[in-house]
């Protein structure tokens, strides 16, 4: 067949190394698929990052990935080399100058300039498609895109890292500290030697900038994200969870609020029983609140070669079809500005752990802060580390001892200032653990 | 604008009003959604089905669904009045003739007569978009037939029907019987004055015709489908399904084996801590198993007004953006015969209960007629009723006692003939319960 839509990819690392492999396995049921062939035609690959498992002897080899994404003998460049700017920025920004249609799954670069990029796109009338960037294999972006057009969406959250809540899962379950599974999730390669960008809470932020606009029609804005990582999460913290009923994920929300859209990424108390808490180990989830679908919720892989080659191909089917639409589902020019929610603003339950001298009048200075700034508490438990059961109350008298609350619906500048008071009493042996609780 | 999408709607009950709702609501925003106008023009409704909350004064009556079908003044026609052949049937072919598009949520039309509607649909290019037949707001459809489309599909499954899964929840919730939470789920309108469609497993097993289809490109065959419905859950069967760490769930599964494709619905025992176990009161859930993206999964409401409205709009968007594909994502001309597995030849693990006399050898008796079929067994526990605990060990000597036995893998055929031959030995004092087990 001659029409077949040739495709030329930049980055044959563990995606490309995917997509190279799924073309190679279903070349030929995929020209019935997608009504036409899909052919790889060309790849560009640093020699030190290419993936020894893939044969790409077959394929046209370009060096330079912007030459490339102008090469006349492509429909489409596919960029899955990673880089919120650079050569990835100017290659995709070469590719739709040229009329190329471009799929990527390139969410630093999306996050940062996808409004841009978005119009560049819809002004050559190309697909700018980036289903594998948000949350892998789970085909979130289309979703958000078509299937629920129809709704006013409140609510977009997720555990968007697969990393974080590896980390997260095994801290639960083996009762270990995070330094421990850090490492050993290190050398199991599920993260990075620095693994500040999964941990800190970035990566989780990039994925949220876009299914914010997605959903809520707004321009992408990064910058206004509220980020906390995993970091601070105690084996006291989970244990304290488990005993309330509650699990620790990490958690990326959008939620629109009257003062505009709040943007956050932070460890996030959710209920037991309830399906986001048993979205275990690598897999990542998201959720969409909609006014006439409900709650609606998708799970699956976030990550590695084969789904997001699954969420590539997708990207490439509808291309061949010919569905093409606005990169994040309004037209870039009527993306609405990004009104941000200030944090401080933000209402919900808050979990507080504090490490209380034991001194007589130090609960009752706590409890005065709390109902100084209007906080009323729905539980309070002073506990002891599982470690140190069964045996006598604390360790000695005067030493500090570990005193868990759940507020009611409040605010976090209620929080903050009730927790810096405090904190400056001197009644505290250590700054104050504070996890949000999300409603579900 | 004059290019609006013309719409035509057959059926004002629940789904029609929700359809006739989000229209008002969305008007505006949905032109810009979908690029153009969705314009509801007509509808037809019978008197006494028609939706008090529902103001279709403004749109023109055709009290003859088939002749609405035909109308000149649509381009759409949606079938939401439901029935597996009759108006329903006569109307969807009309309208397919006359050269409509047509959306239906009508899972019984479509198991029965798919492929031939299919077949219709393409002869005359035109879309039949069917995403509110399955599982409602859940948009599996197009998940399927597009976002996933790179993959081989090994396993489709979910919980399909609300209605048992509410039963379901609260029994184990409450600790009910059976009959019971059914009376009272027909009193708060979650089940049907006659349940048989629901619990029997029928509803569950027309979608499953359709997500079978879908994900492995064959012909719908509904007939073929093995049903059990969940009429037979006892409380008995809750408790010891919890003890031993599982849930049970109606399922619905299509599986692709060497032998051909299993489709079946039953009751399923399903691990706890997992998504799926949470699936909780009516929601929904659909879980694909592909080999690209590994294990994916939907939940979402799969009845109601709105969700199902949800669904229908995005197949009217989709319409009105010009984007038709075939109905089952495979031109109805290449889908493949349905070859069905024969269910003793299912493989997996069992759950099987039973009320065994208190004799000398009755333990012995059962335990040879497993060995004889070559069943080796994980766990036996005997059982008693919570009701009756604590307490002595059974009421008095000879009375039967509950023996509850996990099998490790083996075949459906080997577990029927083990359990017939221990009911004809004589050493049980009802029929045995059985219920599959599900590999997640």
Chains 1, 2 share one sequence.
Do not use: W
Request: net charge neutral; hydrophobic share 45%; charged share 25%.
């Amino acid at each position: 067949m001659t029409n077949g839509l040739k495709v030329g990819l930049a980055g044959v690392g563990t995606v490309g190394g995917g997509l190279v492999k799924l073309l190679a396995a279903r070349g030929d049921t995929l020209a019935s698929r997608a009504g036409r062939p899909i052919e790889l035609v060309a790849v560009s690959t640093l020699e030190h990052r290419k993936n020894p498992d893939v044969d790409i002897s077959p394929f046209r080899l370009v060096k330079d990935p912007v030459a490339l994404a102008k090469d006349s003998g492509i429909d489409v460049f596919v960029e899955l080399m990673g880089g919120e700017g650079g050569v990835a920025k100017e290659s995709v920004e070469a590719a739709l100058r040229a009329g190329k249609h471009v799929v990527t799954a390139n969410k630093a670069l999306l996050a940062h300039h996808g409004p841009s990029l978005a119009a560049l796109a819809e002004k050559h009338e190309v697909a700018l498609n980036f289903e594998g960037a948000v949350a892998g294999g789970i085909p979130v972006v289309k979703v958000i895109r078509e299937s629920l057009k129809g709704n006013d969406i409140s609510r977009v959250y997720g555990i968007l890292n697969g990393t974080c809540n590896y980390i997260l899962t095994m801290m639960e379950r083996e009762g270990r500290a995070f330094a421990d599974v850090l490492k050993e999730a290190q050398k199991q390669g599920y993260a990075e030697a620095d693994p500040t960008f999964d941990i800190g809470g970035f990566d989780t932020a990039h994925k949220l900038a876009l299914l914010t606009s997605l959903a809520f029609g707004t321009r992408t804005s990064f910058e206004s994200i509220y980020i906390e990582g995993i970091e601070s999460i105690t084996p006291a913290d989970i244990e304290a969870a488990d005993d309330l009923s509650y699990r620790i994920k990490l958690l990326g929300v959008a939620l629109r609020t009257d003062s505009g859209i709040e943007q956050r990424v932070h460890p996030t108390m959710v209920p037991k029983h309830t399906a986001i808490a048993e979205v275990a180990g690598v897999a990542n989830c998201v959720a969409i609140d909609g006014d006439f679908v409900g709650d609606a919720m998708l799970i699956g892989l976030g990550a590695g070669g084969g789904p997001t080659a699954s969420a590539v191909i997708s990207d490439l089917i509808d291309i061949a079809r010919g569905s093409i639409l606005p990169p994040f589902g309004t037209k870039a020019k009527d993306l609405k500005p990004y009104k941000k929610a200030q944090m401080r603003a933000h209402e919900g339950g808050y979990y507080i752990r504090l490490s209380v001298y034991d001194r007589t009048g130090a609960f009752a200075a706590i409890a005065n802060r709390m109902a100084e700034q209007g906080i009323s508490i729905e539980s309070i438990v002073q506990r002891r580390a599982r470690a140190e059961l069964p045996g006598y109350d604390r360790p000695h008298k005067g030493s500090p001892a570990a005193v868990v609350m759940i507020t009611h619906q409040t605010t976090e500048a209620a929080v903050r200032k009730a927790l810096a008071a405090i904190e400056r009493d001197g009644h505290v042996a250590a700054s104050p653990q504070m996890i949000r609780i999300e409603k579900l």
